[in-house]
Structure formats: structure tokens, C-alpha cells
């Protein structure tokens, strides 16, 4: 089955790129994996790249890129800068001018259409009014109901030939945007599953120990995706075992942004005086500055919690479900409760749960899981526990499976990543006609 992205790009964007970064000096050189030079293919997925400058900083915006081109050459470029900054085509102009060039007779090259409505920086598309663009090459259309088509049919009245971008290049694009595309096409946070195993599907051995499974660089990738995405989760298993930092540290790093953290405890097993647990949290608050911490849990074990954590811990609770084995549903839905939403002061764009067993089984039973991103590494380890999915249905049979999509596959050292997408995902962000 081919892979819906082009080799080397996944959700989280270029993915040799997350491990060493990227200077403006190789905009210029075509020595990125599965991309073709000189091409309007080549300067999309190089503007995609370009874009990764601003990961995580621009949330609840967009992270985009735009390439400014004339005569073959590379003439500006830049990045959405941190929530509030200028967008990637203010950035790009700016710097071309800056550099001496005009946009006369030039090609523009961006992840996402401009912008049409004043926000906390004025309309994009506005810049090419008199500025002699002559062609503007769009990776995918803003579904913002203040944008959705006004920014294109702004270039075009500008002057500009305006061209969508298709295939691969546009899948790689809807990859990268997928939190943005999901909250704004559907009012709620991507919700994303990634976990590491074995060959036979083990995420931790007997003693409960999943360090290391996989190796440097597949863990490297998943720090970035925590910088990438908005909130990291864990289940209260897996802080107890492991008393995670959820922060970014052996990736390439442009921003110093950290991710908020969030431990889910679906079952409402967290002890206020547990030692491990108090410890747990605490090194959760003091990894990263501005960060916000948070324990998600059943509406009543918010009460024997109350008043029992770090002062800098908040609670969210969510109602008891109907059944049992539907508590996977009570957690698609606590995201874009009234309490996650004070606490956050939004809603939140994207949640990335890394773990463990328990949780993600439970979110992949009430079909919450939106995308997956699951290292695998080349060992066999055996046994009967420790497995996603052990246990969720008593009697399991195939027509109950669930079922995903696969999006890209990707070798990282000596692991594999395979990244997927629910059925919904894929056909709402990656089947055009």
C-alpha cells in the first residue's frame, strides 16, 4: 500500500528535520528525501520544512511557511512567528526586501491560504495588493469561516494566478495542519495515540519497565511531537512507574516552548497520599516554565483529591459513564468541557496521549483516537501483558477490531515508525477529488 505522504514527512512534519534542524542556507540545496528539485511540489514540501521553524510557539495559529521565488532562486523566506507575531508572509516579504529584492514578476510558495480578516496581526493576502506577484502556489485552503476562500479570490483579484496544490505535497501540508484543520472544521482538539513496542506488541516488560524500547532517534522524534502538539498525556500508570518530564529535550529544538501535561487517572486509582504520585506531579511542574499541569479524572475522585496536590496542579473531573467500558467515551469528551477550557484558557488544540496500556486501550475502544504514531522496534519479548488493546473486549473478534489508515511509514535508526489516521481523519483531511 503506497504511503498517502511523500518519503521522510509524517504528522509531525520532515522527520530528519526534527532530529537536526534546519538552516536557511539549505532552502536552497534540494538534498531532502523524496523531493523533486525545481518543482512546485519541491518548493510546498520545502516551505512545509521552512514552517517547522515555529512549531508549537504559534498555537492556537498555525505554524506556516512561505518561499518567495524569482528567476529559480530563493529569495525570501519565513515562518509564523510565536502566537501574536507576524505570519510566514509577512516574514517572507519583510525579508526579501530586506535582502534588496521586489516581488515583481515572482512566485509565492505557502503551507496554508493567507489570511483575509484582521486578527492580532492585519490580513495577509493584503501584501500582494500592487506587489506584482505573478503566481501564488497554495498548499491547502483555510477552513477559518473568516477565511475559507476569501484569501484566494484576494490573490486573484491582486493579479495573481492561483494555484491549490495537489498529491502528495498537499497531504504532506494537511499532516502538518491536521490539529488546526480538525479544530476548526470540527470545534474540538485532534486527540492522538503513540506508543512504543516490540515486534509482538509488548510496551513494557513484567517489571512494568518500557525504558528503552526503541532507540535514540525514535525517541528523539517523539520529543518533538510533544513540542509539536498541544497538551502531552499519560495515564496514572504510567506516571507512577516511570515519573515522566513530558518535555522536549533530545530533539532539535527552535523555540523553547514546552508542551502542558496532563495525567489522566480513568479509573479514579490516584492516592492523595501516595508518596510516588505526589513526587510524580511535582517533577511534572518543575520541568518546564509556563507550563500547565493538570490530573483528569471521575467527577467524584476529584473530591478526595481536592486540596491534596501540588498548588499548581489543577483537576478536571468528567461524569461517571453510563457503562463500565465506556469511560473511553467520557474522555473524548473532557477536552472541550467548561473546566478543561479555564484551565487551559482555550480549548485545546491538539492532546497527545503517549501512554499506557490501560488508557489508550480504553480511548481506542470508544473509537477516540483521531491518529497514531507507533515506534516499533525490531525485538521480540513475549509474555501476555503490557499489550494496547489486551483485555478491552471480552470475547474479541475481527469485525470488532479497530481499524486506521496507514499515513506514512518512516525507518528511525534502527525502529520503525508507522504513523496512522482514523477512516473519519482520512477522509475528511486526505482523500480530494
Same mark, same amino acid.
Given at each position: 500500500m503506497e504511503s498517502l505522504l511523500p518519503p521522510g514527512f509524517g504528522l509531525g512534519g520532515h522527520i530528519e528535520t526534527t532530529l537536526r534542524g534546519i538552516s536557511p542556507g539549505q532552502l536552497h540545496a534540494a538534498d531532502f528525501q523524496g523531493i523533486v528539485p525545481n518543482s512546485d511540489n519541491d518548493f510546498i514540501l520545502r516551505t512545509l520544512i521552512l514552517s517547522m521553524n515555529g512549531v508549537g510557539e504559534t498555537i492556537p495559529n498555525p505554524a506556516v511557511g512561505c518561499i518567495a521565488l524569482k528567476n529559480d532562486e530563493i529569495i525570501g523566506f519565513g515562518a509564523t512567528e510565536a502566537y501574536g507575531g507576524r505570519h510566514a508572509e509577512r516574514v517572507a516579504f519583510g525579508n526579501l526586501k530586506d535582502n534588496g529584492h521586489s516581488t515583481e514578476n515572482s512566485a509565492v510558495y505557502v503551507t496554508l491560504e493567507p489570511c483575509s480578516h484582521h486578527g492580532k496581526q492585519p490580513p495577509c493576502c493584503e501584501l500582494f495588493q500592487n506587489a506584482g506577484v505573478s503566481r501564488v502556489v497554495v498548499a491547502l485552503g483555510d477552513p477559518n469561516p473568516l477565511v475559507n476562500g476569501r484569501g484566494l479570490r484576494y490573490l486573484e483579484a491582486a493579479g495573481a494566478r492561483v494555484l491549490l496544490s495537489h498529491?502528495?505535497?498537499? /497531504?504532506?501540508?494537511?499532516?502538518?495542519?491536521?490539529?488546526?484543520?480538525?479544530?476548526?472544521?470540527q470545534n474540538r482538539p485532534l486527540i492522538v495515540?503513540?506508543?512504543?513496542?516490540?515486534?509482538?506488541?509488548?510496551?513494557?516488560?513484567?517489571?512494568?519497565?518500557?525504558?528503552?524500547?526503541?532507540?535514540?532517534?525514535?525517541?528523539?522524534?517523539?520529543?518533538?511531537?510533544?513540542?509539536?502538539?498541544? *497538551?502531552? /498525556?499519560?495515564?496514572?500508570?504510567?506516571?507512577?512507574?516511570?515519573?515522566?518530564?513530558?518535555? /522536549?529535550?533530545?530533539?532539535?529544538?527552535?523555540?523553547?516552548?514546552?508542551?502542558?501535561?496532563?495525567?489522566?487517572?480513568?479509573?479514579?486509582?490516584? *492516592?492523595?497520599?501516595?508518596?510516588?504520585?505526589?513526587?510524580?506531579? /511535582?517533577?511534572?511542574?518543575?520541568?518546564?516554565?509556563?507550563?500547565?499541569?493538570?490530573?483528569?479524572?471521575?467527577?467524584?475522585?476529584?473530591?478526595?483529591?481536592?486540596?491534596?496536590?501540588?498548588?499548581?496542579?489543577?483537576?478536571?473531573?468528567?461524569?461517571p459513564p453510563n457503562e463500565a467500558g465506556r469511560i473511553g467515551e467520557m474522555l473524548k469528551s473532557v477536552w472541550q468541557q467548561d473546566e478543561t477550557i479555564s484551565w487551559l484558557g482555550r480549548m485545546p488544540q491538539s492532546v497527545y496521549i503517549e501512554g499506557g496500556s490501560t488508557l489508550l486501550s480504553l480511548m481506542i475502544e470508544a473509537e477516540a483516537l483521531d491518529a497514531l504514531h507507533v515506534f516499533i522496534a525490531p525485538k521480540l519479548l513475549g509474555g501476555d501483558a503490557h499489550r494496547v488493546g489486551n483485555g478491552t473486549h471480552k470475547s474479541p473478534q475481527l469485525s470488532m477490531a479497530a481499524h486506521f489508515d496507514i499515513l506514512s511509514t518512516s525507518v528511525l535508526g534502527g525502529d520503525m515508525l508507522l504513523e496512522l489516521v482514523s477512516k473519519p481523519i482520512k477522509e475528511s483531511f486526505f482523500v480530494r477529488g
Open positions: 498529491g502528495q505535497s498537499a /497531504a504532506a501540508a494537511s499532516a502538518w495542519h491536521l490539529p488546526f484543520l480538525v479544530q476548526q472544521t495515540g503513540k506508543w512504543a513496542q516490540t515486534l509482538d506488541g509488548v510496551v513494557a516488560d513484567s517489571h512494568h519497565n518500557s525504558k528503552w524500547i526503541t532507540g535514540p532517534e525514535a525517541r528523539a522524534h517523539g520529543h518533538w511531537l510533544r513540542l509539536k502538539y498541544d *497538551i502531552t /498525556a499519560v495515564g496514572l500508570g504510567t506516571l507512577l512507574a516511570d515519573a515522566p518530564a513530558l518535555t /522536549a529535550r533530545d530533539c532539535w529544538l527552535p523555540n523553547s516552548r514546552q508542551p502542558h501535561a496532563c495525567v489522566i487517572d480513568p479509573l479514579g486509582h490516584s *492516592i492523595p497520599s501516595d508518596k510516588r504520585f505526589q513526587d510524580a506531579l /511535582a517533577k511534572l511542574v518543575a520541568a518546564a516554565d509556563n507550563r500547565k499541569v493538570a490530573v483528569v479524572c471521575p467527577r467524584e475522585h476529584v473530591k478526595e483529591l481536592k486540596g491534596k496536590l501540588p498548588a499548581a496542579v489543577s483537576l478536571i473531573g468528567f461524569p
